[in-house]
Each structure stands twice: as structure tokens, then as C-alpha cells.
């Protein structure tokens, strides 16, 4: 720390440096003057009138200077000191709860319209957002995604006891589903146990309701995994009437299901006929409540001709993988994708060649709630 001496000396150093450059600059005036005089007449009210004119267009320009400059600077600290908040607030999960609901939403809107400018833009995905955050009951993404199903046309002959079978009503589906999930608010009460749930829906209704796990039907909102076992009313008639052993033995000779959670393979524990589908359970043992688990998912369905089969992401995933594989010969397929993530996921990413369909998306997130449609008819 510098001493009071030291401050003295620095200011007498101060001021003899400003009186010395104080008497050069009227050294030189005094000196251009008297040379003006002698050479052209120069008066000493023409040297006051162009020292005036000089200080005026001086003072402008640099008065012009300093508004702009502050109003960059100010601009540019604004913009800086916005972003570095937003960064905390993102990246700091406890100081964004201390804020109230209303200023979280606020929060919200201003990070989405600062990116997408758009004002019918920025509703849309607020919009979605939103209802998003509010509807799921656990906050989750999806690291990986691999989804392959391949459709025949020769059933099993076990399939003969199905209603619609004889008849030539179905196809052949079989599905082997992976994926990577990890979920942001620590753990799942759906794999906090080791009894596991599976679905099967009678309708789309069901099936959606599934998905989205609302509360219409909370044995399904319970299952990890839904899908559309789309039969004849006659086959759902076939299901109802069947014993709880008759249903297990359903489980096993027709959809032979296996499902394998952390690489642990569930044993077929309950079947349930609930009013829109069939809820399946497994028991899994040893399985832990953690932050991130791996799922697959193998079984094997009828499916009724002329429908459509929807892959459908209800949770942002990364580098979603979906093969989708049919025999051109009999059948005729197409596909309609709204998977959301730009043009390039939906021109781009997949090919269609001799019967198969190849879906994959390199190095991006895909958003919630998208997926592909493939109507599937059969070949007269």
C-alpha cells in the first residue's frame, strides 16, 4: 500500500506535468499567433473566432462519439450480463426453483423468443412446452433408441385359436425394442421395484393414454412400455373370457414377450384384461431404483391388415434408430414420418429399399411427441 508521502509526490508530479503541457500549449498558440500577425495581418479576434469554431466542431464530434460509444458498451454489458444469468439460472437447478412459477414461465418465453423470432413460433413451442412440464410425472430423456419390426405374413399355428386367424385377417408382427432412458428427477416409481409393467391396448385411446401416462387409466400410466395389439372385436371378446392361467399361457404362446431391464430378464408374473387393453407384469429380481436404466422389449403379435403401425417418442431422444422391415411382394407399405427436428429428419434420414425402411438420425435429439406412421396393406 502506498504511503501518504508517496500520495503527495504523485500529485505535486500531477500538477508540474499539467502546468508544463499548459504552458507549451499557449507557448504555442502565442507563437502561431505572433507568425499569423506578422505573415498575413492576423488579428486577435480572427485567432478567438477560430479557436471558438475549432472547440465547437471538436465538442460535437466528440460529444457524437460518446453518446454512441456508451450506448454500445451499455448495450453489449446488457447483453453479456443477460446471457451469463441465463447460463446460471439453466445450469443451477436450486437457484431457478427459488423463482415462483410465474417467473419461471416468464423465464421461459423470454429464453424461447430469443432464439426463434417468430412470435407464432415461440407460442407454439412455449405452448408445448409447457403442457409437456405440467402433464409428465417424471421428467426423462432417452440417451439411445434402437427399434426394429419386421412384419410376415405366415402366422404361427398357434395363432389358429385367435378369432379372424382362419380367415386371413392378420399379418405378423415381431418387435425387438432398445433403448438407453435416464431420468432427471432421480428415479421412476415404475422401476423403482422389481415388479415390472408392460402394455397392450385394445384402442388407440387406450394406447395414447398409455403413453402420455395420464390418469385414465393408472394400471397403463404404470407400464414402461405400450403398444397396439390391434385384433378383431371377436379376438378381444376371446381375451376377456380367458382364465388368469389361460391368459399367462396367451402371454407366452402368443406374444411370447420377454422383457430385460439392466440386462436382468423378468419372469411373467400377472396377466391383467383391463376395459382398453392387457397389462403384463414381471417380476425382476435384484432391480434397484437408479438415475438411468437400459430396457428391451422382444415379443411377437397379429396384427389386423389394411392398419397402421406408429413408432411414436414421448420423450426427447437422441439418435433415434428405427428399421422397419416387410415383404414388398405381398404387402404395400408407406411411410409418413413427423419426426420433429427439421427437414433433415424427415427427408434426409431414412431409405427405402426392397422391403425395408431405414430410419436413423445422426447426432440429434428429437422431440417430444413425434414419431412415423407405416400403413400397412396387403397386396390383392
Known amino acids: 500500500m502506498k504511503s501518504s508521502t508517496d500520495k503527495k509526490r504523485f500529485k505535486l508530479t500531477t500538477w508540474s506535468a499539467t502546468a508544463i503541457l499548459i504552458l507549451v500549449a499557449g507557448l504555442l498558440v502565442t507563437g502561431g499567433y505572433i507568425y499569423l500577425f506578422i505573415k498575413n495581418g492576423y488579428a486577435f479576434s480572427d485567432l478567438i473566432d477560430n479557436i471558438i469554431g475549432n472547440l465547437i466542431g471538436v465538442l460535437a464530434a466528440f460529444l457524437l462519439f460518446d453518446i454512441l460509444y456508451n450506448k454500445l458498451t451499455q448495450d453489449a454489458y446488457a447483453e453479456e450480463t443477460s446471457q451469463q444469468i441465463a447460463k446460471t439460472l439453466m445450469g443451477d437447478p436450486e437457484t431457478l426453483d427459488a423463482f415462483s412459477e410465474d417467473d419461471k414461465q416468464a423465464f421461459l418465453v423470454s429464453t424461447v423468443r430469443s432464439i426463434m423470432k417468430d412470435d407464432d413460433a415461440v407460442d407454439m413451442v412455449v ?202 411382394g405381398m404387402m404395400d407399405v408407406t411411410m409418413y414420418s413427423y419426426l420433429n427436428k427439421g427437414d433433415e429428419s424427415n427427408d434426409g434420414a431414412y431409405e427405402d429399399q426392397n422391403g425395408l425402411y431405414d430410419i436413423a438420425i445422426k447426432n440429434e435429439w428429437i422431440y417430444p411427441k413425434s414419431g412415423i406412421v407405416f400403413s400397412v396393406k396387403k397386396k390383392e
Not at 402433464?135 to 434402437?146: L, P, Q
Not at 385377417?169 to 422401476?191: A, I, M, P
Request: aromatic share 10%; glycine share 6%; charged share 30%.
Open 127 to 328: 405452448g408445448n412446452m409447457k403442457k409437456y412440464l405440467s402433464s409428465a410425472k417424471v421428467a426423462r430423456i432417452r440417451k439411445s433408441f434402437n427399434y426394429t419390426i419386421t412384419l410376415t405374413t405366415e402366422l404361427p399355428k398357434a395363432y389358429d385359436a385367435i378369432p379372424g386367424t382362419a380367415e386371413g385377417r392378420y399379418f405378423y408382427v415381431q418387435e425387438n425394442l432398445n433403448y438407453e432412458v435416464k431420468y432427471l428427477s432421480g428415479h421412476d416409481d415404475n422401476l423403482s421395484t422389481e415388479k415390472v409393467r408392460i402394455g397392450f391396448s385394445f384402442d388407440k385411446r387406450s394406447l395414447d393414454a398409455g403413453l402420455l401416462e395420464s390418469d385414465k387409466d393408472p394400471e397403463f400410466s404404470k407400464c414402461i412400455f405400450n403398444e397396439n395389439l390391434d385384433i378383431t372385436k371377436d379376438a378381444v371378446s376371446y381375451i376377456r373370457k380367458l382364465s388368469e392361467e389361460e391368459l399367462k399361457q396367451f402371454m407366452e404362446e402368443y406374444l411370447t414377450a420377454v422383457l430385460k431391464v439392466d440386462g436382468k430378464q423378468g419372469t411373467l408374473d400377472s396377466v391383467i384384461v383391463r376395459p382398453g387393453g392387457i397389462v403384463v407384469t414381471y417380476m425382476i429380481n435384484g432391480l434397484t431404483a437408479k438415475e438411468e436404466h437400459t430396457i428391451r422389449v422382444i415379443f411377437h403379435m397379429p396384427k389386423l391388415w389394411n392398419s397402421i403401425f406408429e413408432v411414436t417418442l414421448v420423450d426427447p431422444t437422441r439418435e433415434p434408430k428405427i428399421t422397419f422391415d416387410y415383404m414388398p
